[in-house]
């Protein structure tokens, strides 16, 4: 349904991403990311790696930020892949929303909801903290557990940042763990620096992680068990 195509890319996908190992069956993927610039942060590489992909990418956020909502969109022809856009609240305050608000406006953009694989955000977060990060995370899994989105596996973003002692870093022990060729790793910093136009002294541009990192899960049930593992320890 959506081919994936560089050719309106402004950078050439390096020849050196084989390096990563290359799923060749086509793949429906979903990835579900609070922010314009989540998809590349955490899983631009392995995107811009998997030429056999049809990816698309909901941002929950900032539909309507004049300035976010364009790169995005450039963001996306870099990347191969076609997306949309969400407006929830992403004020400075990170209010809580309802869960079911949250719940509806990922059902509400993606275009079907079945996938073979959908990436998104841990229940954790990558660092300390974004409450869109970890609220996405939980709806995504309650949704695929509650049978209204479905899919072959989940992959949750792998990153801790020692509770802000340092940046983002991918958890080595994770269950899918890529380490990024140079020449795959510069595409990536080029997404965040060129086309989000973010300072090379940003905390974006120097967090850009050089491996990229995922939780995996097969089964609902197993995901599920995460978030009560989380909430009993809470």
Same mark, same amino acid.
């Given at each position: 349904?959506?081919?994936?195509s560089?050719a309106a890319?402004?950078?050439?996908v ?6 990563? !190992? ?9 990835v579900i990311?609070?922010h314009?610039?989540?998809e590349?942060?955490w899983?631009?590489?392995t995107?811009?790696?998997q ?5 698309f ?8 930020d004049?300035?976010?909502a ?7 022809? #870099? ?6 856009m969400g407006d929830?609240?992403?004020?400075p305050e990170?209010?809580s929303l309802?869960?079911?608000e949250v719940?509806?406006?990922i ?11 959908v990436?998104?955000?841990?229940i954790?977060?990558e660092?300390? /903290?974004?409450? /869109?990060?970890?609220?996405i995370?939980?709806?995504v ?6 049978d209204?989105?479905c ?5 949750a973003f792998a990153?801790q ?7 983002? #870093?991918?958890?080595?022990n994770a269950? #899918?763990?890529?380490?990024? $060729?140079q $020449?795959?790793w510069d595409? !990536?910093? /080029?997404?965040i620096?060129?086309?989000?136009g973010f300072e090379?002294?940003?905390?974006e541009?120097?967090?850009? $992680?050089?491996a990229?990192a995922? /939780?995996?899960?097969?089964n $609902?049930d197993?995901?599920?068990q ?5 909430n009993?320890?809470s």
């Amino acid at each position: 349904m959506f081919e994936k195509s560089f050719a309106a890319a402004k950078f050439p996908v390096p020849k050196s991403a084989a390096r990563i !190992k290359t799923d060749k069956k086509t793949k429906s993927v979903a990835v579900i990311v609070a922010h314009p610039d989540d998809e590349t942060l955490w899983a631009g590489g392995t995107i811009l790696s998997q030429p056999y992909w049809q990816c698309f990418i909901i941002s929950l956020c900032r539909k309507s930020d004049p300035d976010r909502a364009p790169k995005f969109a450039k963001a996306l022809k #870099v990347l191969g892949a076609a997306g949309t856009m969400g407006d929830l609240d992403d004020g400075p305050e990170q209010k809580s929303l309802a869960e079911n608000e949250v719940k509806d406006m990922i059902l509400r953009l993606l275009p079907r909801l079945h996938f073979d694989l959908v990436l998104t955000h841990s229940i954790n977060g990558e660092y300390t /903290r974004h409450r /869109r990060h970890e609220e996405i995370g939980k709806a995504v899994i309650q949704l695929w557990h509650a049978d209204q989105l479905c899919t072959n596996e989940l992959w949750a973003f792998a990153y801790q940042d020692g509770h802000k002692a340092h940046y983002p #870093v991918p958890i080595k022990n994770a269950a #899918v763990y890529n380490q990024l $060729p140079q $020449p795959l790793w510069d595409l !990536k910093h /080029r997404i965040i620096t060129e086309t989000y136009g973010f300072e090379q002294n940003s905390w974006e541009a120097q967090t850009t $992680p050089r491996a990229e990192a995922f /939780r995996q899960f097969s089964n $609902p049930d197993e995901a599920h068990q995460w978030i009560d593992h989380q909430n009993t320890a809470s």
